[in-house]
């Protein structure tokens, strides 16, 4: 059945390669650091990391495991056991120096299980997702990205962007702030023939949502990296990578996953963010730009 | 049967008191500022926030909550539904500025389940602990701060001590890097008349847990606040505090339950720092002190 994990693994490879070129020729200065990896358990991948001019931290993550599918995995995905299984992706999240420049974040991936010694496919899917948390949330700003997105969506299925739009809305959520990560954007999983398309045209889905990635923000960083800003707008960013670093402790079922089933931990918290901050009752002027941001930081906004 | 909710709950407020006086003499600038609050169903707490001289940001919260056991709260817990609930305690958590003054941790508290509309007790427990977080290991302070704790338990159990270390340095441990918090302490749960001791004896323990907690810290305050320190220690400080949001973000039971069961978040929450960071790889130089201090982030250290 096409495409297969091998094609399918070699398009994430270069899709990181290709998106780290990118956000190395917009940053100017920043270049990847690579660190290759090993499984114990089978596979592997490349971590890669950027501390540049406009990128304060940021990292592309690569990866490919495979093996005798681990127990608590099987479990938590409600799979067969005494199967093997195959992942691979790409994931990326990029925090900037200004606060004028939104976090970001992408994750394409694709998960697949066979019997064992054998090549057959029993079970397969694609997830992922890309979302953006503008520290400080411009309406215009917010259209721009869904609009490529849904644009992106629009040309493998019309269904897609309202159902994966909400399902970001549903997921970027910090149920104990009642608090959206930030604008949302797409997010998807288990996404396989159940949908109606082939996995040729989920695979083509799947590969138009990684190459949007880098020319999405580099719009942000051209656009938005010069502008100045306050101590008021710094102090503001740590206090939201605040939230973000809660998001991702507390209700991201990736980094959960992968700290409960022994993943490479430097690989999965390279989501954090180089600092941020925690105030009591942290409080924001009236009618200011930071009170603008938590009002829009809601679901089922309609940009 | 006696001590009753009444005489603990007020003991937990008292306690409350004396520790913040004894924390605010001993910054001698900062002041604790209280916010009120009541609980949907019942009850509510008393949050106190200090920023001061010698700790940066602290809180020490009371509590007392109590109505219909909410049914997540009894399934987590395995009791029967259809009970009403108590629970009451303090929880403080004391971020210094100084990086060679430690992160201290300390919670006790008590829990009983009534019979619906009675005064039956049919289920009660004391928990609690106190763990030090020092972001960089002195092994004569850490021995100090457990003989001062062995103090304490030695006065209730011989075996308590022994027990309630093992269990802190199992609890307060970080899987996904493998190490401990800090240096441990006593961590206990469920203590009820199965020790071997009566609901009297038990209070008292925790009383004197309570009674221990402000003259060891001030111990560390006094003795440490004054020391100079550089900016590659002031740097190392926020890594640790990187840490420390890891686990209480990740591992802790006490903050997951909180977020989990609608509790009120920015008391919760208090217990971050007020400014953490995170590297990607961060390294430390051999035989300095901070790779002492990660060779002894372990667990089973006699100190």
């Known amino acids: 059945m096409h495409p297969n994990r091998i094609e399918i693994q070699s398009f994430f490879e270069n899709l990181q390669d290709q998106i780290c070129e990118a956000l190395e ?14 499984r114990p358990g089978g596979g592997g991948g490349r971590t890669r990391i950027i501390q540049g001019r406009i990128i304060e931290k940021g990292g592309v993550n690569f990866s490919a495991v495979s093996g005798a599918l681990p127990e608590n995995i099987a479990k938590a995905l409600q799979l067969e056991q005494d199967s093997d299984f195959f992942a691979s992706g790409v994931s990326i999240v990029l925090h900037p120096f200004n606060p004028h420049v939104p976090i970001i974040h992408m994750n394409v991936r694709y998960f697949e299980i066979t019997k064992p010694d054998t090549d057959e496919v029993t079970t397969w899917w694609f997830g992922g997702g890309i979302d953006l948390t503008p520290h400080y949330v411009i309406r215009e700003e917010a259209a721009f990205f869904h609009q490529e997105l849904k644009k992106v969506c629009d040309q493998s299925h019309e269904d897609f962007y309202p159902k994966f739009k909400k399902w970001a809305d549903d997921y970027f959520f910090l149920k104990h702030r009642n608090e959206t990560r930030g604008v949302g954007g797409i997010f998807f999983d288990r996404l396989n023939e159940s949908s109606g398309l082939s996995k040729a045209e ?34 503001w960013q740590y206090h939201r990578r605040g939230r973000y670093v809660e998001f991702n402790l507390v209700w991201d079922r990736g980094t959960k996953f992968g700290l409960d089933t022994n993943g490479r931990t430097e ?28 009002q829009h930081l809601k679901k089922g906004i309609d940009w």
Chains 1, 2 share one sequence.
């Open 202 to 235: 989920l695979f083509q889905f799947v590969k138009n949502t990684g190459e949007a990635f880098a020319p999405i923000y580099r719009h942000f960083m051209k656009n938005k990296h010069h502008l100045p800003y306050t101590d008021v707008e710094k102090n």
């Open 267 to 294: 690989s999965i918290l390279m989501s954090l963010p180089p600092t941020a901050k925690w105030t009591y009752e942290f409080q924001v002027e009236e009618n200011s730009p930071e009170a603008y941001t938590l």
């Open 25 to 38: 020729v917009e940053d100017g200065v920043g270049k990847f650091e690579e660190d290759l990896w090993q």
